[in-house]
């Protein structure tokens, strides 16, 4: 079974932090990603990451940057954490070239104070 | 912009009834099809998805789904709902040589027992 994991699953910050989100799969996925699930707004692509250290930005990358080091490893940064960057963070990780399915992690509900 | 269109906010059925869950989007080349689901309190997870061939397709738990190309469409089907489909319901849509994933707004379904 794919595995993806997310470093915390609620997460209450201030104003002001730097926020660190952790994702790491266990398949050697290629591709890795970033949404934010927010209420009538569905989950929205912040960035990806086809392959070690590359990154693409996605629909909503504002605010936001990412990193990836390690292929099982992709992390999100959100520099100075806002009120409006309250939501669900999702990861998802996959592999192939059009034939790819996504895989998700848990989620880590963010809460920015 | 490509864009993915899911029409019911929130649908509320009793067990046994039949269920058709619409999702339409914009894009006009080729594209591969995914219905994702989300139970309270767990990951998001794939139903089913179609990439070609037969446009009937068949996904876990008895769901299935139809692509008509004509009319943009890839709507979800199940003959007989039960409580445990309970849950919140996304269509996604790949266009063909593309990263980048649209996921509609997504449909919360509430079976009563």
């Known amino acids: 079974d794919v595995k993806v994991t997310q470093s915390s699953r609620y997460l209450v910050k201030r104003t002001g932090e730097k926020v660190f989100l952790e994702c790491v799969q266990d398949?050697?996925?290629?591709?890795m990603f970033w949404y934010r699930q927010d209420p009538g707004l569905g989950l929205r692509l912040i960035y990806f990451?086809?392959?070690?250290?590359?990154?693409e930005k996605g629909d909503i990358p504002e605010g936001y940057s990412v990193s990836r080091e390690k292929k099982e490893r992709f992390s999100l940064i959100l520099e100075s954490a806002s009120t409006n960057q309250t939501s669900m963070y999702l990861c998802?990780?996959?592999?192939?070239?059009?034939?790819?399915?996504?895989?998700f992690g848990p989620g880590t509900r963010l809460t920015v104070t | 912009a490509q864009s993915v269109s899911q029409h019911n906010h929130h649908v509320i059925l009793s067990e046994a009834a039949s269920l058709e869950l619409g999702c339409n989007y914009s894009?006009?080349?080729?594209?591969?099809l995914f219905w994702y689901v989300q139970y309270p309190g767990q990951h998001l997870q794939l139903l089913l998805k179609?990439?070609?061939?037969?446009?009937l397709v068949k996904g876990i738990k008895g769901f299935e789904a139809e692509f008509i190309k004509s009319k943009f469409s890839f709507n979800l089907r199940k003959p007989s709902v039960q409580w445990s489909d309970t849950a919140e319901y996304f269509c996604?849509?790949?266009?063909?040589?593309?990263?980048?994933?649209?996921f509609g707004a997504g449909t919360r379904l509430t079976v009563k027992p």
């Open positions: 398949m050697d996925h290629e591709n």
């Open positions: 998802a990780s996959g592999t192939g070239d059009r034939f790819y399915e996504q895989y």
């Open positions: 179609y990439f070609s061939g037969d446009p």
């Open positions: 990451s086809y392959d070690v250290k590359m990154k």
């Open positions: 996604a849509v790949i266009p063909y040589n593309n990263n980048d994933m649209r």
């Open positions: 894009y006009g080349g080729t594209v591969n």
